[in-house]
């Protein structure tokens, strides 16, 4: 409408060669999809058929699950080096294996050094680096706020219920490597195995605590639940009158998009529970987890295509990884290809401090200049939120409301009023990434502890 609620005149409409030119196909790239049976391309797969890759049942059954079937089926495809430098990443590693043939068969195996996928999966024991010294493996304090084994209750009306600790795959940056999969060499697991007991007593919490309306169901991974444990879940939250949302978490849908196109009981169960909930006047989503563009693929849009059919919700929460998706361009394809195959993208989380994966941290800053970068690069409703889960309990912060950020020392300080008011937490930014200055005071442990006190002096200062 024109300015005094006149109608516009065609006088007024702009002239053509304002009017902005039509794209080259080229910036179209989010649409442009992976697709064939690609997966041939691996020796292991040379004869699979499609009928067979689409197959869930397929897919979990020749998922790789120990180093040396993973080491196995690399060989003829990477060099000897690479396989060695392979071991000794995993004799490091907090995380169990588990690698899917799908997700095997997007890694260019030609340039493994620098694959981004290969990066999340298979650690190099050449590319680790030192923990920062504030690292702790629960950096987020999740045992802390729980009342019931396997149940955070941290924000007021927010509850998180691990339900099980097992995963379709087992990601290096898993910032729940205290608990998900089974122990390695360097980490006894929290357990979190399905158990009735304490899905009772999770369940008895909820419905005790009037203030809870919204509940996390993740693990491990919802991908993981049975059909009848999905229903059972959801129809017992639903039954509840103050529980109002929900969300199945599942990284599923990056990693084995089969399951939603093959596994009909599953989906079907989560369908269900989506209707009971639409019926209720409540809202039951899938939340998951793509970091990379190339992990969404033409059968990825085939099974997010039967979600929307189905009108279930589905949103995005990326981790902001080094050398996977650290860069404008890189985050930019993802928000673009994840919208193109309708699901949101939500948050883009700084990664967390996370035992062994040093090497996959970067600075608050990029994580700043991202944001910067894709802000406009589609609507607002698609472009996330880059957070910072504050270790030691705080919750996510946005990463732009810190009080104070010394890009020397990589310190950054974030309050959390609504959550816990009074305190202050901290995020360090990995000591490979600072200025020499900053590696030296870090280098020297007389000095650790007095760089966090100066960043917390400075942080009251700028309040005041
Ligand atoms: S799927 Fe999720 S919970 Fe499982 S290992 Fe990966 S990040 Fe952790």
Same mark, same amino acid.
Request: hydrophobic letters at 40%; charged letters at 25%; proline letters at 7%.
């Given at each position: 409408?024109?300015p005094?609620?006149k ?7 702009p ?14 790239a ?11 391309r691996?020796p ?12 869930h ?14 080491l196995?089926?690399?060989?003829? /495809?990477?060099?000897?080096?690479? $396989? ?13 294996? @588990? ?12 340039? !493994?050094?620098?694959d981004?996928?290969?990066t999340?999966?298979?650690p190099?024991?050449?590319?680790l ?5 504030? /690292?702790?493996?629960?950096?987020? %304090? ?8 396997g ?13 099980l600790?097992t995963?379709?795959?087992y ?42 309306e ?12 049975r ?14 009158? %103050?529980?109002?949302?929900m969300?199945y ?8 998009p089969?399951? $939603?196109?093959?596994? +009909?009981?599953?989906?079907d169960?989560?369908?269900r ?8 006047h409540?809202?039951?989503?899938l %939340?998951? %987890?793509?970091?990379? !563009? @190339?992990?969404?693929?033409s059968?990825?849009?085939?099974a997010?295509d039967?979600?929307?059919? @189905? ?7 990326t ?32 990664? +967390? /401090?996370v @035992? ?21 690069a ?34 950054s ?17 990995? $000591? ?15 000095e650790q ?10 942080? $009251?200062t700028?309040?005041?």
């Amino acid at each position: 409408m024109a300015p005094d609620n006149k109608l516009a005149t065609v006088s007024d409409a702009p002239a053509p060669a304002a009017l902005k030119p039509p794209v080259e196909p080229a910036a179209l790239a989010h649409r442009d999809l992976l697709t064939g049976e690609f997966w041939r391309r691996i020796p292991a797969y040379a004869q699979v058929s499609e009928a067979e890759f689409l197959d869930h049942k397929w897919q979990a059954k020749n998922s790789i699950t120990n180093i040396a079937k993973l080491l196995a089926a690399l060989e003829g /495809l990477v060099s000897d080096a690479f $396989i060695a430098d392979a071991q000794r990443g995993f004799e490091r590693a907090p995380m169990s294996v @588990r690698v899917s043939p799908y997700l095997l068969s997007l890694i260019d195996w030609s340039h !493994p050094d620098g694959d981004p996928l290969r990066t999340q999966f298979i650690p190099l024991g050449s590319r680790l680096l030192p923990d920062h010294p504030r /690292l702790d493996l629960d950096s987020l %304090h999740e045992r802390v706020d729980m009342p019931v084994p396997g149940l955070t209750h941290r924000y007021t009306d927010k509850a998180l219920f691990l339900a099980l600790d097992t995963c379709p795959v087992y990601c290096r940056f898993c910032t729940r490597s205290y608990a998900v999969g089974i122990d390695t060499e360097e980490v006894s697991k929290f357990q979190l195995k399905v158990n009735a007991e304490r899905w009772q007593q999770t369940f008895d919490y909820i419905r005790s605590r009037p203030e809870l309306e919204d509940i996390v169901i993740s693990g491990g991974d919802a991908y993981q639940l049975r059909p009848e444990q999905i229903t059972l879940i959801g129809e017992t939250l639903l039954s509840i009158d %103050h529980v109002r949302r929900m969300r199945y978490a599942t990284k599923g849908p990056a990693v084995m998009p089969q399951k $939603i196109l093959t596994d +009909d009981a599953w989906t079907d169960a989560l369908t269900r529970v989506v209707e009971e909930g639409r019926r209720r006047h409540k809202e039951v989503v899938l %939340h998951t %987890h793509f970091n990379h !563009p @190339r992990e969404i693929t033409s059968i990825t849009k085939a099974a997010m295509d039967k979600l929307c059919e @189905r009108g279930i919700t589905v949103r995005n929460q990326t981790v902001l990884q080094r050398r996977v998706n650290d860069s404008i361009d890189t985050m930019t394809l993802l928000v673009r290809r994840l919208g193109y195959v309708n699901v949101h993208p939500y948050y883009i989380y700084m990664h +967390d /401090l996370v @035992r062994g994966v040093e090497d996959l941290r970067t600075t608050l800053q990029t994580g700043l200049d991202i944001e910067k970068g894709i802000r406009g690069a589609t609507a607002g409703f698609n472009t996330p939120t880059v957070v910072v889960d504050a270790p030691g309990g705080g919750g996510k912060r946005d990463a732009h409301s810190y009080e104070h950020y010394d890009r020397t020392t990589g310190v950054s300080v974030f309050t959390a009023p609504a959550v816990h008011p009074g305190e202050v937490y901290f995020y360090f930014d990995p $000591i490979s990434l600072l200025p020499p200055e900053g590696q030296a005071r870090w280098a020297d442990p007389a000095e650790q502890a007095r760089m966090i006190d100066e960043a917390r002096s400075a942080a $009251i200062t700028a309040k005041h």
